[in-house]
């Protein structure tokens, strides 16, 4: 599954996450504003690093087919917009870059260990959950379809009530999971410091 925390204790791993964090910050602000040859340059780097630390490519092929539809989307829009294929490649890679950063991110940061770096503080329980639930996301959103189509459910035949239905269901999982991580994080003495 794509944004979930594989231990192997690799160089990334044992990093700081802030550290990684600031690391992931600057490279998504040199992606969205350096010429085309930087953000290509960037874009094989972070294949080099996606490669080197053993991340499954067979994850970004199954769980990876949304960022794929949205990057066709993007490159149709902006080819629409100015009609030039350097731009057009360059926007496309662009938004792969800040996919790769976050599925490299994910990978080797664990969500307990921004909560260690940041102590008590709101900060590192906001960005510890946010961490944590980006894989819980996903899955529960595979779910949630899955069970609609258990049930017989369709987007064709009604999308108002297809859509609340799969709203709600997904929100109320994803409140769940979210105390649960929650209750985690003050078992182990994080809890903020108002």
Do not use: Q
């Amino acid at each position: 599954m794509l944004f979930r925390f594989r231990d192997r204790g690799s160089l990334l791993n044992r990093m700081n996450p802030v550290f990684k964090l600031i690391c992931v910050f600057l490279l998504c602000i040199v992606s969205s504003m350096c010429p085309a040859e930087v953000v290509g340059v960037l874009f094989l780097f972070l294949c080099f690093i996606y490669i080197t630390n053993r991340i499954p490519a067979s994850t970004l092929f199954k769980g990876g087919r949304i960022f794929l539809i949205i990057a066709i989307f993007i490159g149709v829009s902006e080819y629409w917009n100015t009609r030039n294929p350097v731009l057009t490649a360059t926007a496309v890679v662009r938004y792969m870059n800040i996919i790769l950063l976050s599925i490299i991110f994910t990978d080797c940061t664990s969500a307990f260990d921004v909560a260690h770096v940041f102590g008590k503080s709101r900060i590192g329980i906001i960005l510890s959950l946010a961490l944590a639930m980006l894989p819980l996301t996903v899955s529960s959103v595979k779910k949630t379809i899955d069970a609609g189509k258990a049930r017989g459910a369709s987007f064709f035949r009604s999308p108002v009530s297809y859509t609340t239905l799969f709203v709600t269901s997904l929100v109320l999982n994803l409140l769940d999971k979210a105390g649960s991580f929650s209750d985690a994080l003050t078992a182990r003495s994080f809890e903020a410091d108002c």
